[in-house]
T-cell receptor, first 115, second 113 residues
Framework: EAEVAQSPRYKITEKSQAVAFWCDPISGHATLYWYRQILGQGPELLVQFQDESVVDDSQLPKDRFSAERLKGVDSTLKIQPAELGDSAMYLC?????????????FGPGTRLTVT | AQSVSQHNHHVILSEAASLELGCNYSYGGTVNLFWYVQYPGQHLQLLLKYFSGDPLVKGIKGFEAEFIKSKFSFNLRKPSVQWSDTAEYFCAVRKEYGNKLVFGAGTILRVKS
């Protein structure tokens, strides 16, 4: 069964360092999502791509976070500089080209700890 | 802003007990409703969804949920839980077609064998 791949699975970094996360969606899925899940809370959408275009990045802290999906396939989420409050699980999800009953398929996530 | 409330953060049940997890949302227009589940060590996966039609929807593993529009609720139920249902359950709401998914804080269910 096809799955969303993410790497690394775990990342520990010091405050003010740069970190990057990678996501490879299910083949053929046009829509890609990055979520942040803080402990004890549900996932919160950071950015949504349709192919290589950003559809929604209203909750992305653009002073330190950036995301790209250059060829409309895999995607990278970057944080620079990392802050203590960025410690969280970063989830990637994908779905087929948007249709009314599109389901989002989630990857295993990257757990970030900022020290 | 649109919000989703899940009533209990932790629920502990014995096997064979009945389950009902509450979910309420704040948006008054047309919504799509979802329940996701995350088993220990696994990815978030879809349990069931409601878009339109019969307000009682059935999902995988014997779960069902009822959409009550007048109460802005989408509660998850299972008549008899098993130890393998131990997981975290998330309610999610999407306002109209194509808008972003908003998740509740989740309910951690532990089933004692």
């Amino acid at each position: 069964e096809a799955e969303v791949a993410q790497s690394p699975r775990y990342k520990i970094t010091e405050k003010s360092q740069a970190v990057a996360f990678w996501c490879d969606p299910i083949s053929g899925h046009a829509t890609l999502y990055w979520y942040r899940q803080i402990l004890g809370q549900g996932p919160e959408l950071l950015v949504q791509f349709q192919d290589e275009s950003v559809v929604d990045d209203s909750q992305l802290p653009k002073d330190r976070f950036s995301a790209e999906r250059l060829k409309g396939v895999d995607s990278t989420l970057k944080i620079q500089p990392a802050e203590l409050g960025d410690s969280a699980m970063y989830l990637c999800a994908s779905s087929p080209r948007e249709r009314e009953e599109g389901e989002q398929y989630f990857g295993p996530g990257t757990r970030l700890t900022v020290t | 802003a649109q919000s989703v409330s899940q009533h209990n953060h932790h629920v502990i049940l014995s096997e064979a007990a009945s389950l009902e997890l509450g979910c309420n949302y704040s948006y008054g227009g047309t919504v799509n409703l979802f329940w996701y589940v995350q088993y220990p060590g696994q990815h978030l996966q879809l349990l069931l969804k409601y878009f339109s039609g019969d307000p009682l929807v059935k999902g995988i593993k014997g779960f069902e949920a009822e959409f009550i529009k007048s109460k802005f609720s989408f509660n998850l139920r299972k008549p008899s839980v098993q130890w393998s249902d131990t997981a975290e359950y998330f309610c999610a709401v999407r306002k109209e077609y194509g808008n972003k998914l908003v998740f509740g804080a989740g309910t951690i269910l532990r089933v004692k064998s």
